[in-house]
């Protein structure tokens, strides 16, 4: 999942008032709520959802530099809306945030961008497919095969993704719930890219392969009041297994789901409880204590997994900041993933 | 050793308490009028600075159009090839009778927004803010304003925003100006990422401009405040006339004890410290009154200076003054400096005071020579004259005046010496002459104060020429401009339609009052439409254009500038002027526009409607036949049930303007006086220093027979004929200071040249003045010459003088 963020109470001046993680926990008046036995229909459900009041297009990918080191970046782009419709001109009530991140061993870039809605700053179309904000962009004539750019003031990425697998659709297809209440997005996701491209750096570029994985989410109010933030993992197994899985930290206990797909691309969702998180080793980045090692066991898939940061300072230090960055699995399964944790607290 | 001969210092200003209380008035006037100009100027300048630094203004480097409108397509081109820019409209609006300006700016990403709070402390929610009907964001003094406004969206206070400006949302904005689809400029944030195309790429016509070459107010008002330091300097500089008078008769008189304390085994430099260090504590003392005196004279004059740069530059100033230590800290400095400089003469001589030399005063006067002091006026002259011809500009303007003014008064012993030469040899009587005689031998001791006279009256003459020709020219172009007999505001542009068809087959002319603001590189620029009437070709007088200007305007193919627009972008008939992309007019002529900071043009009221289709249409001039005004103000008032602002007469109009006319110059005219009254306070100690000395010379002139009565008389002639000197030689000096303030300053200032008239019977006036200042100045001495007792002149001769 990635609940990631949003957002978008971001306007620096007026502060994050904040029930819960980034405002997430705010009610939805007037916008649509996901409903179970929804049916998807694509390509328009690759674009944009304006009666949802938070929507996002979330890519990550772990590379393999031509110099044989490790890298993974980070591409999103949030849609958020005050109101659920859309308008063009400065009054349309969307707003949207894209982020980029790139993470080598010892160095983590990332960078931010804000746009309105209604002027053509930033927006989605499903056909083509078109994600964009500034000279970032996500596209492509369909979403199995995509360019993808982003540029920070000392990093940046051109890469292009081709899919090899079918969607994924997590939770109750594609009904993804988030708490005990009920509280639920629609969510699915095309975990197998094969990525190849060029990385910048301040130095030099890479070029580099991998695999990513692109996330789609939406919903009004994806957090229950007491759910504070999450730690979400997506993995691939060398033996081509993959696994999604997230934990909701709640006051009144935890929320976990997740999803495993096997080399064929046939998913099984597992529901809350049957998968378990310790996290084992903490680092401290940004001034806060972050879990940067974790042990995973799934005791119906055989999993007892250890992941760990490949750079545990990949602090995502944007206006809502977050951990992000990308993870190696040893144990019963090796392979590597990315993982994302939001929530933790803010130094006093 | 120490406290004894303190005890002797000190004594002498015990017996001599006038005397003190005039060196301290000195110091504290000087002070005083220097202050409270600088407290001014600091206080309207951190008003500048702290509107800059609360929104970000002024600090990031900023892209614009030429025609000050940048397509919002262009703004979308720069972000998707990755150039980091915050969009911003920027527009006016009417609050309470008051036009300020409101600054749309895309909330999600300007870089420098204040903290803004709803009333109960809160965040105000995001959708609040950022869609329909928005929120704006002021002052409490200006929301207060707004809030008598309908129509406008709510408001929301925050003390963090500088005064006279609304910030908003740019979607608010836009629908608030009535305009969408473009932007005014756009601000180049600091974080820009990698591998940007060149901006000449992804918009040519885009222009990118740093902080400093803005024209922002702090810029446009400069001139204003080098205007009053000038005169500060002035006053600062007739102030210390009088340190120095007081301070020479002071050190003058303590000869005797100085020789006895040095008799009695003083060494020269304790005593040279001692009384160093006793002027420095009058200086501070005189400093702290000054300081006092020019709070409250600043605080008394800044809400009028505030109303002026308002009304003037449309600059935000607060009309509350605050206590800066860095102002009162350079004001004692100002005050212990100018009096040292004004004693050094003073202490210098008493350094190289042989020990046993006669205590006469007449060793003190012995007078500086004329001559090396004509030379030297004659030179500063020059170089003021040489620096203005070889540069341009404001500074150039007040160096010639300096060095004029200087030059000048240097000049004024030579000059008074010769005429009192002359008239000398023309006298046959013996008491005639030794009456120009004895001015002769007085000269030396009266320069000073003579020169500070001299200073002010030009000053007064000059800034009194330039007042008045202003005032003249201004109410005469009144009178021409304003030939309306009634002037409409309607509520909307409907209703105006709906007046204007009413109005028509009623009065003998309906001229539509449209304008709308465009953006230009130096600052806001009003362009207005109008309609082909004899009003305008008669009543709007060009001050350079072809003949045909009216006709090419009408045309719709030439427009008209005013003059500030004109002198500020270099633009005369001939050359063109971009409205609008891809729209650009050749200047038919330039008419002059006084009391208005703003550039502003004219167009035929048919391309005014192409380039501003959406501008509201709800004023009207109306021509009518005088008499019949009123009944058809009272008509449409009830016809429309109009306000009784709404139709207001051409001779309200003109009163409101002349009202903002005599403010504008409310602290030059107050500034002026003081300065005056400064001079004759200088000429009255000068005068009072002398009389101390006169005995002697008076003595054997008494002994010859004259009454003392008639000597009396006779100091009395003889103060209001030197005056008279003065004032007869600052005429032609007032005359140039005029015109450099009219022809060079002006221009600089407010962006527009005055003709030049001349007022002989306010000279008159202020001859009378002078020679009564120089009558009070010479009344005491004189008085006391009148009641001097025989017996002190007899002892005059029996003395050791």
Redesign the interface.
């Known amino acids: 999942m990635n609940v990631k963020a949003l957002v ?2 971001l ?5 994050a ?1 904040a029930q819960g993680f980034a405002g997430l926990g705010s009610s939805a008046e007037g916008f649509d709520i996901p409903q179970p036995g929804h049916r998807f229909d694509f390509p328009a459900d690759h674009g944009p959802h304006p009666s949802f009041r938070i929507e996002w297009w979330y890519l990550t990918a772990n590379l393999t530099g031509a110099d044989g080191q490790e890298y993974g970046i980070q591409w999103t782009l949030f849609r958020s809306a ?2 659920p419709f859309e308008q063009s ?5 969307q ?1 949207w945030m894209g982020h980029a991140g790139l993470t080598t061993p010892d160095t983590h870039f990332f ?1 931010e961008r ?3 809605g209604g ?3 930033a927006g989605v179309t499903a056909v083509p497919f078109q994600a ?1 904000i ?2 970032w962009h996500m596209r492509g004539d369909i979403i199995d095969a995509l360019s993808l750019r982003a ?6 990425y051109d890469l292009s993704l081709t899919a090899d697998g079918p969607l994924v659709f997590h939770g109750d297809n594609g009904y993804s719930v988030k708490s005990a209440e009920g509280q639920a997005s629609y969510y699915y996701s095309q975990p197998r890219y094969a990525v190849s491209g060029v990385l ?1 750096l301040p130095d030099r570029d890479v070029q580099v392969t991998g695999e990513g994985w692109l996330d789609r989410e939406w919903s009004s109010q994806p957090l229950a009041a007491d759910q504070s933030g999450w730690d979400w993992f997506s993995l691939t197994f060398d033996t081509g297994d993959k696994l999604m899985a997230f934990r909701l930290r709640g006051g009144r206990g935890d929320f976990t789901a997740a999803t495993w797909i096997n080399a064929e691309g046939t998913s099984q969702s597992l529901p809350d409880g049957q998968i378990r998180f310790t996290p084992v080793q903490t680092s401290s980045v940004a001034g806060r204590d972050i879990p940067t090692e974790w042990a995973i066991s799934l005791p119906a898939k055989g999993v007892e997994i250890r992941v760990s940061a490949l750079n545990p300072g990949a602090w995502m230090g944007t206006r809502f900041a977050y951990w992000e960055g990308p993870v190696t699995v040893s144990g019963s399964h090796a392979g590597r993933g990315y993982l994302e944790m939001t929530g933790y607290g803010a130094p006093p | 050793m120490i406290g004894p001969v303190l005890q002797a210092l000190w004594s002498h200003w015990r017996w001599h308490r006038v005397q003190l209380a005039t060196l301290l008035a000195g110091i504290a006037l000087a002070t005083g009028l220097w202050s409270a100009v600088q407290a001014i100027n600091a206080e309207a300048r951190a008003s500048y600075d702290r509107a800059n630094a609360q929104l970000g203004l002024g600090q990031l480097d900023e892209l614009i159009h030429p025609s000050g409108r940048i397509p ?1 397509a262009t ?2 081109a720069l ?4 150039w ?1 820019v915050a969009a911003v409209l920027d527009g006016r609006i009417d609050a309470g009778g008051r036009s300020v300006r409101l600054m749309g700016v ?4 300007y870089p420098a ?4 709070a709803d009333p109960q402390g ?6 609040s ?4 009907p928005g929120r704006l964001f002021a002052t409490p003094d200006l929301a207060a304003r707004l809030s008598e406004r309908r129509d406008l969206p709510p408001i929301l206070t925050s003390t963090a925003l500088p005064p006279d400006l609304v910030l908003t ?3 608010t904005a ?2 608030l100006l009535g305009q ?2 473009s932007l005014t400029r756009l601000v180049l944030l600091p ?6 195309p060149p901006l000449d790429q992804v918009a040519p016509d885009l222009r990118r401009r740093g902080p400093d070459s803005r024209i922002d107010t702090a810029r446009l008002t400069d001139s204003f405040h080098l205007n009053l330091s000038a005169f500060g300097l002035l006053s600062f500089a007739v102030g210390l006339f009088i340190v120095h008078g007081t301070v020479g008769l002071a050190f003058a008189q303590r000869r005797g004890m100085v020789r006895t304390l040095r008799a009695l085994g003083v060494p020269l430099a304790t005593l040279s410290r001692l009384m160093l260090a006793e002027l420095v504590v009058f200086a501070l003392i005189g400093g702290t009154l000054g300081l006092v005196l020019g709070h409250l004279l600043a605080g008394a004059l800044l809400p009028d200076v505030a109303a002026t740069l308002r009304g003037l530059y449309g600059a935000p100033v607060q009309g509350q003054l605050h206590l800066r230590p860095g102002w009162a800290a350079a004001g004692l400095a100002m005050a212990v400096g100018g009096t040292i400089l004004a004693s050094g003469q003073a202490l210098w001589r008493l350094a190289r005071l042989p020990l046993l030399a006669a205590p006469g005063v007449q060793a003190w006067r012995r007078g500086t020579d004329h001559r090396t002091s004509a030379l030297t006026g004659l030179f500063v002259c020059a170089a003021g004259i040489a620096a203005y011809s070889l540069f341009d500009g404001l500074v150039a303007g007040f160096v010639l005046l300096g060095g004029i003014l200087t030059g000048s008064a240097l000049l004024l012993p030579m000059l008074v010496s010769t005429a009192l030469r002359v008239f000398g040899r023309r006298a046959r009587k013996p008491v005639t002459q030794w009456v120009w005689a004895d001015m002769q031998a007085q000269l030396p001791g009266l320069s000073l104060a003579l020169m500070a006279l001299l200073l002010a009256l030009a000053a007064n003459i000059g800034v009194g020429t330039m007042v008045s020709s202003f005032r003249l020219t201004f109410l005469g172009w009144l009178d021409q401009r304003l030939v309306s007999e009634l002037y409409v505001t309607a509520e909307d542009s409907d209703q105006g339609r709906q007046i204007q068809a009413w109005l028509e087959p009623r009065a003998e002319a309906v001229l539509p009052i449209r304008n709308v603001e465009l953006p230009h590189e130096t600052g806001p620029l009003f362009l207005y439409g109008i309609v082909d009437h004899p009003t305008y070709r008669e009543h709007w007088p060009l001050i350079s254009g072809a003949p045909d200007a009216w006709d090419t305007l009408f045309r719709g193919e030439g427009i008209l500038i005013n003059e500030q627009l004109a002198r500020r972008a270099d633009l005369w008939p001939g050359d063109r002027l971009p409205l609008a992309p891809g729209m650009a007019l050749t200047i038919a002529g330039v008419y002059s526009d006084y009391g208005n900071p703003t550039g502003q043009a004219i167009v035929a009221m048919d391309l005014f409607d192409q380039i501003a289709p959406e501008a509201e249409n709800r004023r009207f001039g109306i021509r009518i036949d005088p008499s019949q005004a009123s009944p058809l103000a009272d008509a449409l008032r009830t016809r429309f049930d109009l306000g009784p602002g709404a139709v207001v007469p051409q001779a309200a109009v003109k009163a409101q303007s002349r009202a903002i006319f005599e403010k504008t110059f409310v602290v030059t005219s107050a500034l002026n006086v003081l300065t005056l009254g400064v001079a004759g306070f200088a000429m009255f100690t000068s005068l009072l220093t002398l009389w101390t000395q006169r005995l002697p010379q008076i003595a054997p002139i008494w002994a010859l027979g004259l009454t003392r009565s008639r000597l009396a008389a006779l100091e009395l002639l003889r103060s209001v004929v030197l005056a008279a000197l003065t004032a007869f030689l600052a005429l032609p000096l007032g005359l140039v200071l005029a015109w450099v303030l009219l022809s060079v300053i002006n221009v600089q200032a407010f962006g527009w040249r005055l003709p030049m008239f001349l007022f002989p019977w306010a000279w008159v006036q202020l001859f009378v003045l002078t020679a009564i200042a120089a009558l009070l100045a010479a009344a005491l001495p004189a008085w006391r010459l009148r009641r001097v007792p025989p017996a002190d002149l007899l002892r005059v001769f029996a003395n050791e003088r």
């Open positions: 978008f109470l306007l620096t001046p007026f502060a008032s005050l109101r001109g400065w009054q349309s009530p707003l960078a804000l746009a309105r002027i053509g700053q964009w500034d000279e540029n920070g003031a000392d990093f940046g910048h | 919002l703004y979308v972000r998707r090839s990755g980091q895309d909330m999600v990403s927004l204040p903290a803004l809160n965040p105000p929610a995001p959708e803010v950022l869609t329909p949302d740019i979607g836009e629908t969408s689809g974080d820009q990422p990698r591998a940007r």
